[in-house]
């Protein structure tokens, strides 16, 4: 406890104020933060990769749909490019920028890779990727540095690429053959093995401190991590020109014809892998491997519904993965929500400004009192300060004003003998 006397009482206030203003003033993804608990994500991942498991053990056992026609190897055709997208996605979603144009871009990707395979394979996909790199430079530099939310920024792009779709036309004929299956089984364990690279790295609280002023600033306002959200929505449309370019080479064209990926598709696939595996719709919360258990499970179960003859069409399973997914943000939100008392209490056990807290008392009261007292050790003399009246030597003029009132010291004597005074006067004493 600290006692300050009256003199001092500025300085007081401003050190508790400043106290205060510390405590306030600390972000909420600095490193005395408390951890995101991770046990949400390992259990809901371990419930995911079970039912992958009885999905695709389904899947064998169907004598029709395309799993019987491409087996494992065209099950891995499709589900590269799938797993692209939703890292994709993923990545955007962590950075606080979601990418609703990864259909779109993988679109564009997939357009110009087919229309300049007539001059090779090395030519085809630096053209298909570049145009990827380059809508993502222009994505990246619009929500970093203009500071527009990721959904309206991504929503012009993707629109704009849609409109310019619609007037080009079909590209040139696809002029390269099939990607062998050890090309596919490449992509497919590169794009897990970034989807679970990206995962750990953001499973480290120190990562995570870093993407909370991202999470906690609102949209339009400086976060102080511009350069993250630029390499993030980079990274994202890379993966999703990627995930184009490998979604036109494993489709087999027919007569020349160009096998260009549903862009509003891939986009809605991408978005409910990604929520399904428990990346957060509100951003920087994420597991490990999700996103991969996520993306072979939303693509067994379209594929297995076509397998079964179900009523439906497949793409419904993938809208309702993205409703499932709102559900998987609130219960990762709400495991890893953490209480605001019990986190200021723990960062601040045993720490020296604890005993620099204001008394709980009020002294107030007492204030008057340490004036006068202040100034007879100081040598002072109380009758000297006697508000205005006019003064000789020590002692006071006669004034109509009580000299006791001069310097407030004996205001309660005064009261009480008063009163005293009064009671003997009302019984004529």
Known sequence: ??????????????????????????????????ADRMAV??????????LCCGVLFALTRSSAGPFADGSWSGFADALAPVLMLACAMAVSLRVGAVNLAVGPIALLAAWMFVDASSSGSAMALAVGLGAAAFTGIVLATVTAWLRA????????????????AGGAGDPGAFSLAALPGTGVL????????????????????GIRSRLAPIRDTPAGERHGRGGLVFLGVLLSSALAGAAGVVAAWTSVPDAGAAGLP???????????????????????????????????????????????????????????????????????????????????????????????????????????????????????????????????????????ADPFGASGAFDDLRDGYGTRFDTDRRYNR
Not at 42 to 48: A, F, N, P, Q, S
Not at 149 to 161: E, H, K, L, Q, R
Not at 194 to 202: A, E, T, Y
Request: glycine fraction near 14%; charged fraction near 20%.
């Open 262 to 400: 549903d862009p509003i598709l891939l986009t809605v696939l991408a978005l409910g892998a990604a929520l399904l595996g428990g990346t957060s719709l509100m951003g920087r919360r994420g597991g490990v491997c999700g996103t991969v258990f996520a993306a072979t499970l939303v693509l067994g179960l379209m594929w297995l519904a076509e397998a079964r003859g179900w009523s439906f069409d497949p793409s419904w399973i993938a809208l309702s993965a993205i409703v499932a997914g709102f559900l998987v943000t609130r219960l990762v939100e709400a495991m890893n929500q953490v209480d605001e008392v019990e986190a200021a209490s723990t960062s601040r056990a045993g720490s020296v400004d604890d005993l620099r807290d204001e008394d709980p008392r009020d002294t107030g009261s007492y204030e008057r009192y340490d004036d006068d007292l202040a100034d007879l050790g100081s040598g002072g003399d109380p009758w000297t300060n006697t508000g205005g009246i006019r003064t000789t030597g020590g002692i006071p003029k006669q004034q109509p």
């Open 41 to 50: 994500h390992v259990v809901w991942e371990i419930g995911l990769l079970l």
């Open 186 to 205: 490449a992509a497919l364990a590169g794009a897990a093995g970034i989807s679970l690279f990206l995962g750990l790295v953001g499973a480290f609280a």
């Open 1 to 34: 406890m600290k006692f300050d006397s009256p003199s001092r009482s500025g300085d007081r206030d401003s050190t508790s104020g400043a106290t205060t203003s510390q405590m306030k003033a600390v972000p909420a993804g600095d490193d005395e933060s408390p």
């Open 149 to 164: 939310p990721g959904w309206a920024a991504s929503g012009a792009v993707g629109g704009a690429i849609g409109l310019w």
